[in-house]
Each structure stands twice: as structure tokens, then as C-alpha cells.
């Protein structure tokens, strides 16, 4: 704190903000440097569509199908059936939670459906499709190309 001599006999006393400034711009160039390192996921190459994200309130369940069919919730491999189970179990306790499908470019329409179709078959009712921007657009929308899928881009 710096105290400067005000009228006789009294102080006056000012907070110096610099290095609070100074430890708040390092924690946020230390955040920017580590936040796209810490992305994890299952690697999917999601189709590229025109489309805005929806906005995300608090933890996404993601269900994936990668390029050989296998179908993961967030992290873990199932089965639809084991998928079926678990996404009962939870809609049993929040009926109103939504679920993102996240499937290659490369997978098979039918299966995607199928998926979809576990997905019912637990009880979620809000279903959506995970895509990527189009390269010209994402041109333009830098930070939603951040967002973007880990995947080889074709």
C-alpha cells in the first residue's frame, strides 16, 4: 500500500493494483497455453455443416461412433445395449438431460440410427448431432474453429 500525506495529521491510502494485474495476466497466458492441451476425446472426424452450437449449461453427455463402429458415452466403450442401461439410468434421475452424438463421416447411416435409437429406447428424449463448421467458414469464425472436433480435416 503507498500512503500519501493528505491534510495535516491524516493518511490517505491507496491500493496498488499492479501486481494483482501482473499474477492475473500470467494465470491467463498459463490457462491459454494448457487449455488445448488438456482436450481429450474420442478422435472422430464429424461431418462439416453450417450450423450454430448450442449453448452448454453444465456437463454434456457425448456418445461417439468412431470410423469402425464402436460407440463410446464420453470416454468409455459400450455396446448399445450397455449404452441403453446407462443412459436409463440416468435419464431416471434427470429425465430432461440432453444427449450429443458425435459419429465419422465415414460410419454407416443405419448404424448412427440404431444409436439413436438406444438412445430413445433409455428415455432421453433431447438428442443432438455433433458437426463441424465447413472449412470457408471457419475461415472466418476463428473461435469456433477452436472448438472443432480433434480429426484429420479432409
Known sequence: MAFEAGQRGSLVSQINVTPLVDVMLVLLVIF????????QGVEVNVPKVKAAPLPGEEQQFVVSITRDNQIYLNDTRMDAGELTEKLAAISAERPDRQVFVRADEEVPYGEVIRTMAA??????QNVGMVTAMPETTAASAAPAKRRRSRGSAR
Open 32 to 39: 491459454m497455453v494448457t487449455a488445448p492441451i488438456i482436450q
Open 119 to 124: 438412445i430413445k429406447a433409455a428415455g432421453i
